[in-house]
């Protein structure tokens, strides 16, 4: 199991109280997982959707290069990795 950092932006960040958490996995589903589990079920319900997918308008990044949520569960991290959260963003 790899130990990677995970950067929380935005409204998840005001969510979930955190900016930054360390998690422990081998995939980068097994890390949003752990995320998930971090003020369950509530994190659970904004992340992932009634099929238990990464919601779409989440956008992740493994040091910098962006994952396709649905490819998440054959991504793996290594220790060290980061994985960057960003959740949708609205405004005018």
């Known amino acids: 199991m790899a130990k990677?950092?995970?950067?929380?932006?935005?409204t998840l960040r005001k969510r979930l109280g955190v900016s930054k958490l360390t998690l422990?996995?081998?995939?980068?589903?097994?890390?949003?997982?752990?995320?998930?589990?971090?003020?369950?079920?509530?994190?659970?319900k904004l992340i992932l959707d009634s099929e238990g997918h990464?919601?779409?308008?989440?956008?992740?990044?493994?040091?910098?290069?962006i994952l396709d949520n649905k490819k998440t569960a054959r991504a793996p991290v290594k220790d060290g990795d980061i994985l960057h959260v960003f959740p949708p963003v609205s405004g005018g």
Do not use: W
């Open 4 to 10: 990677i950092t995970v950067m929380i932006y935005t």
């Open 24 to 44: 422990e996995g081998a995939t980068v589903r097994d890390i949003v997982d752990r995320l998930c589990e971090y003020k369950a079920p509530e994190t659970a």
């Open 54 to 65: 990464i919601r779409q308008h989440f956008v992740l990044t493994l040091n910098s290069e």
